[in-house]
């Protein structure tokens, strides 16, 4: 065993002799010549074992099966008719008659992404255009619709095999909401549902920000400070006041029972509970969320939470397992970008490998950016060879991939804010046809050329690109739930990862192995020769073929090779295909 598989059966002992073999071995040095793929003896590769990864339960479910579509309702699409029609601003009847472009249900890649969840920005009434400061946790944003459409939108999604997630923000809400408002009286029964201070405690937050704020109550005392960590707008819930849990415990079971969501995205979840000037990740907030797992798991068994934890990998995993389903991989989703912009392959497996060993089994929810990132092809200087290596590189790994609205056409953005979050381009026509009226913020200016409209009609477009692998996905269990293993690169740039295929046992109670999934990218600006790749474990059975399953290229797609097999049925010193060009990648499957 001198690789690294995560999955099933690890245990340390392996783990120990893989070392003492690691060491026995010399592997070939980084940025070695590449191998020749007609070379006579194939040289083993051996990569070095990783720590143990984490022994927390694995919380594997239906979303360890499902690509997820982020959704931000206000610039999705503005219903042409009913209650919210043509007023600019995108609408539950907009999201609901644009479904079909998420999953027809059709399993078809020519005429839908195939997403199975989605996750939707804040939809409680709130009076900014962001809605992460709601003033009402029972009520849709008005400007959205009703709790009626909510309802239906939610239906016609199940209708489809679309699951859906919505942001929770339980850590602060609006200076206006009224339990709020009533609290800055110290008699109120809400007064201590927030944190105050009698004097400016005047200590700053983790970014260096201004967190306590000043207001004068009611009657006549001198003024108070109240904590609020992201702004004077948005004052912090006190969680050590037992009624607050026990009214978030209502929020939580009214949207999964009265409104039928089957999940939650817990925002800026690792500030919830403070420790005076220690103002994250405290065992506070670790032991809350215990609770709220035990709570949400007790209203719906299959209820889903991942978590926004803006930290380092390890940090990130240590609220996967009893507290949240999952957590985005901030980590990942950096190196993924900037392995990709500069060519570094290195950066990329490396990265990989911790996440790996930080967090339990295929919990780690993957993403290239989100509401609050650039855009990926902003990143990427408007490079789509880099956007479409992207995809693919994020669709092999495990884990559960999101995928921000508009990035499977290249949508661009870039701060502030607002610029991030712009118009769906569905189409050249006014508006990118978001909307027959002025929209509330107005597309990016490249809509007449980027749209989905004028993707759909091309088979190489990013958007059919996004298709096929999302439908790829969803109909290989080792994309979705196979073991991982990353093979330390032998030429510069070019990444190589193996998914094992996910045992099963047919009729007759015999054990069989799926496809093995190797992913091959070349992250570098020239055409590169494959290097070969070892890897033990894999069971392949000696009548196995090599075949290309899917690539960032149109045409021509390259060939592969004879198969090299040892008696064991592992791979061994097998180049999958002889060369890659620059910046391309191939899914090759072994079956
Ligand atoms: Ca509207
Ligand atoms: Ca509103
Ligand atoms: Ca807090």
Not at 100 to 106: A, E, I, S, T, V
Not at 243 to 248: A, E, L, N, P, S
Not at 377 to 383: D, E, P, R, W
Not at 385 to 407: D, K, N, S
């Amino acid at each position: 065993m001198n690789t690294r598989i995560h999955g099933a059966g690890r245990c340390a002992c392996l783990l120990i002799a893989a070392a003492l073999l690691a060491g026995l071995l010399a592997a070939p040095a980084r940025g070695q010549a590449t191998i020749n793929p007609e070379a006579a003896t194939p040289t083993p590769m051996v990569t070095t074992p990783a720590p143990s990864a984490g022994t927390r339960k694995s919380p594997t479910g239906w979303w360890t099966d499902a690509v997820f579509y982020q959704v931000f309702v206000r610039s999705f699409n503005d219903s042409r008719t009913g209650a919210k029609a043509n007023d600019g601003i995108g609408d539950i009847q907009g999201l609901i008659d644009k479904l079909d472009y998420l999953n027809d249900g059709k399993n078809n890649p020519a005429t839908s992404m195939g997403v199975k969840a989605i996750w939707l920005l804040p939809m409680s009434e709130s009076p900014t255009y962001h809605g992460y400061d709601t003033t009402d946790y029972f009520k849709v944003e008005s400007d959205y619709g009703t709790n009626e459409d909510f309802k239906r939108l939610v239906d016609e999604c199940h209708k489809r095999g679309i699951r859906v997630v919505i942001d929770l923000v339980l850590n602060h809400h609006s200076d206006k909401h009224e339990w709020f408002t009533r609290a800055i009286d110290p008699k109120s029964p809400y007064h201590d549902w927030y944190i105050w201070n009698d004097k400016d405690p005047a200590w700053k937050g983790p970014w260096n920000q201004k967190v306590w704020h000043r207001v004068n109550p009611p009657s006549g005392k001198n003024s108070l400070f109240y904590y609020g960590i992201f702004s004077s707008r948005m004052p912090d819930l006190n969680f050590r006041n037992a009624d607050v849990t026990k009214q978030m415990d209502e929020v939580v079971r009214f949207w999964l029972e009265d409104m039928r969501v089957d999940g939650f995205r817990l925002d800026a979840i690792r500030h919830l509970i403070e420790d005076g000037k220690v103002q994250e990740n405290t065992p506070g907030t670790h032991a809350w969320l215990k609770q709220f797992n035990a709570k949400y798991k007790a209203i719906k068994g299959d209820a889903f939470a991942v978590g926004e934890v803006w930290a380092g990998s390890e940090e990130i995993a240590s609220y996967v397992g009893d507290e949240l389903d999952s957590c985005f991989e901030f980590e990942l989703s950096s190196a993924i970008i900037k392995g990709i912009k500069d060519g570094n392959s290195d950066l990329i497996g490396k990265q990989i490998k911790r996440t790996l060993a930080a967090f339990p089994e295929l919990s780690q929810s993957t993403f290239l950016a989100n509401h609050d990132q650039t855009r990926s092809l902003t990143q990427f200087g408007g490079n789509l060879e880099m956007a479409r290596l992207g995809a693919m590189i994020q669709f092999t790994l495990p884990g559960v991939p999101f995928v921000y609205y508009g990035e499977e056409i290249g949508m661009l953005g870039d701060k502030p804010d607002e610029k991030l979050r712009t118009p769906m381009q569905w189409t050249a026509e006014k508006s990118g046809s978001f909307s027959d009226a002025k929209a509330w913020q107005p597309p990016q200016a490249d809509f007449r050329r980027i749209n989905v409209k004028k993707q759909e009609g091309e088979s190489g477009s990013l958007l059919n690109l996004y298709r096929r692998l999302i439908h790829a996905r969803n109909d290989s269990p080792t994309l979705r739930r196979g073991a991982t293993q990353v093979i330390d690169s032998q030429a510069p740039g070019v990444l190589t990862i193996v998914r094992r295929g996910v045992k099963t046992k047919d009729a007759q109670g015999l054990e069989k192995s799926g496809p093995t999934i190797i992913g091959v990218f070349n992250l570098s600006d020239k055409e590169v020769v494959v290097p070969s790749v070892t890897s033990k474990g894999l069971q392949i059975p000696a009548s196995a073929k090599a075949s290309i399953l899917a690539s960032t290229m149109e045409s021509p797609l390259p060939s592969t090779t004879d198969l090299r097999l040892d008696a064991e049925g592992n791979l061994w010193g097998w180049a999958p295909v002889s060369r890659l060009p620059a910046r391309s990648g191939v899914w090759i499957e072994v079956k």
